[in-house]
């Protein structure tokens, strides 16, 4: 009795004082230029509530809804920066887009989403948050609320006024057929080091995967650095290698925010090649098995990588707009409406 009640004391401690350094940003990236810890304090003060309160219900329903939010901020950053190009539509799921591979996978229910959380906070503060700042708090809430860190969400990104091209989009996501040297040296580019990339990787600790993403590691022969058994076990998810089915990317606690994605690696049990080379490769084991022997070492690092992943390449300032709808540019709204409206009367006229 006693001595889970000094558990609890000292674990609400620990949230405590973890809770006000990050308040204070100490110890954290340094903030890019235009973005803010309290960008919306006194213009939107109930923003980050108004998000929480709709995704813990969102999740309630379908908790695998957190894995594609935390992926589309991760899309949205990589490419042309945190700018919510990839929410444009045409980039995603759009007819004359299918072709761009990393973006087949994204959930269509993730873009629902985003745009009724920003149609919630629109009605309440007017539009002056980003569908970019609302995927960013989206992702955080999406680990928070699956177990995993808290942490506070510099703000203030203004959406991009462009597509990324196919091969912008390509060029910018590393395929999950990567090694270990291919994946430090693409994110470096983007001032990620070791510590980061293997941190970031740790987000594979939820969600699911297509087949098709990693059974090139299952046939015609197994990757020799896969375990027997873990791989027995996706050949029978998986009998082909284009199966059209998916598979959870950390078996042990697939819903779960946590360190197991390591332990994963650590038993080589990792998914993809991008995953297990990190565990293979001398430059990042030990990394690996500092985050799968310790979750706390694993979740202050895993924060650092994020909040620098979430202030990639912004537009801030008077750059970019305030979209009314994520899935268009303003300008292309009205385009739309224009056209919308030309059809109903030509409808009408037949
Ligand atoms: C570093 C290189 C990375 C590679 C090569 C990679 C690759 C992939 C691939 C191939 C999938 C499966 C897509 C599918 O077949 O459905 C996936 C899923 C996922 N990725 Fe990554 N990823 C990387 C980094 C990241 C980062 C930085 C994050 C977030 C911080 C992230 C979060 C996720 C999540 C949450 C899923 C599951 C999505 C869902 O369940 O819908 N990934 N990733
Ligand atoms: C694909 O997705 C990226 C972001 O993930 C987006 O910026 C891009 O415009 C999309 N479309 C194409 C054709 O690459
Ligand atoms: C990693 O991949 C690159 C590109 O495919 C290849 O050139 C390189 O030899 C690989 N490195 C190792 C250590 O396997
Ligand atoms: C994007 O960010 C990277 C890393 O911070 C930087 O090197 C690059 O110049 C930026 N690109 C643009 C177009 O701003
Ligand atoms: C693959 O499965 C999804 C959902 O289970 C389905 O919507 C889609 O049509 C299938 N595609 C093919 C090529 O069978």
């Known amino acids: 009795m006693a001595s889970s009640f000094e558990l609890l004391f000292i674990s609400s401690l620990l949230f405590f004082s973890h809770f006000i350094v990050s308040s204070k ?33 969102v999740f309630k329903d379908d908790i695998g809804q957190a894995a594609g939010l935390l992926r589309l901020h991760f899309h949205d950053c990589f490419v042309q920066g945190c700018d919510g190009s ?113 941190a970031l990787s740790g987000a594979h600790t939820i969600g699911i995967s297509h087949c098709t993403s990693f059974t090139e590691r299952l046939y015609p022969n197994q990757d020799a650095t896969m375990d027997k058994t873990f791989g027995n076990n996706l050949k029978r998810s998986c009998p082909k290698v284009d199966s059209n089915s998916t598979v959870n990317m950390d078996f042990r606690s697939p819903n779960v925010f946590d360190n197991k994605y390591y332990v994963d690696l650590m038993n080589r049990q990792g998914l993809f090649t991008s995953d297990q080379d990190l565990y293979t490769d001398k430059r990042t084991r030990r990394i690996v098995t500092s985050f799968g022997t310790d979750q706390k070492v694993f979740f202050d690092k895993f924060v650092i990588a994020m909040i620098k992943m979430g202030q990639l390449n912004v537009s801030t300032g008077r750059q970019g707009e305030i979209r009314a709808k994520c899935s268009v540019t303003n300008k292309g709204k009205l385009l739309a409406d224009v056209v919308e409206g030309l059809d109903k009367t030509l409808a009408a006229a037949f």
Request: net charge neutral.
């Open 86 to 198: 990839v929410m444009l539509d045409g980039s995603a799921g759009g007819p004359s887009e299918k072709t761009a591979i990393p973006n087949q996978t994204l959930r269509k229910e993730s873009f629902k989403i985003i745009e009724d959380l920003r149609e919630r906070v629109h009605k309440e503060c007017g539009r002056i948050v980003s569908c970019s700042d609302i995927a960013a708090l989206a992702a955080r809430d999406a680990v928070v609320l699956t177990g995993g860190p808290n942490y506070v969400v510099p703000l203030g990104r203004r959406d991009g006024l462009n597509f990324a091209t196919e091969s912008a989009t390509l060029d910018n996501l590393v395929p999950p057929t990567a090694n270990t040297t291919t994946l430090l040296t693409r994110l470096a580019t983007k001032g990620f080091d070791a510590t980061d990339v293997v």
């Open 25 to 57: 940003g100490q110890g954290l990236p340094p903030l890019v230029k235009g973005l803010s810890w309290t960008f919306f304090d006194s213009t939107c003060p109930n923003l980050e509530s108004i998000v929480r309160k709709r995704l813990e219900k």
